[in-house]
């Protein structure tokens, strides 16, 4: 079903299809995996937490607008997860810790029509994904979004809940510490 949308689909399982469930979990895994990794950076959890997503979307899938697209609206799901598992994450270690008492608007940088252009986004990104784990999540997460998930401001905006202008504003601040991080690198 390549020709049918996400948004077709979850109206299909808002009437009662819940085996169309399956045709978005088949066509966000991957993607929803990929942003987990490069968003929690731990692998372990990653998967645990794409299936957390999943359960989540399923539940509330009566709250999906199809007018509006699918896509913005499984990421939040998956944004909300995400910074669940890092606070999780964190009191974790606190717990762990005291039992042992110790912007503005910038453009892709390549164009994506030309096989060069291609290997020189993904050189750009595997750069990228290596210096990921030296920025704070606030900037982490849109630069993921931007550059890995080929969001635009305004899914990115409606993902985070945050207006378009600050999307840009925590583009350009994680560029910045990305060019104290990898100077030449074109992204900066």
């Known amino acids: 079903m390549p020709d049918v949308t996400d948004e077709a689909i979850a109206a299909k399982v808002q009437a009662g299809d819940g085996e169309s469930f399956g045709l978005l979990m088949e066509r966000y895994e991957a993607k929803l995996t990929r942003y987990a990794r490069r968003f929690l950076l731990n692998g372990e959890d990653g998967p645990d937490v794409v299936q957390e997503v999943f359960i989540k979307a399923y539940v509330n899938i009566k709250s999906f607008n199809p007018a509006k697209r699918f896509s913005p609206w499984i990421y939040r799901i998956a944004h909300n997860e995400f910074i669940n598992a890092i606070k999780k994450r964190q009191r974790s270690r606190e717990m762990l810790l005291s039992f042992f008492e110790p912007d503005i608007f910038f453009p892709h940088p390549l164009a994506k029509e030309s096989a060069s252009g291609e290997a020189e986004r993904a050189s750009l990104r595997a750069e990228l994904e290596k210096n990921l784990n030296k920025i704070g999540p606030k900037y982490r997460e849109p ?46």
């Open 143 to 188: 630069l993921v979004l931007y550059y890995f998930e080929e969001l635009d401001y305004r899914e990115i905006a409606d993902v985070l809940r945050i207006p378009a202008a600050t999307v840009g504003v925590r583009l350009k601040r994680g560029r910045e510490a990305l060019k104290k991080i990898m100077p030449t690198s074109p992204l900066v």
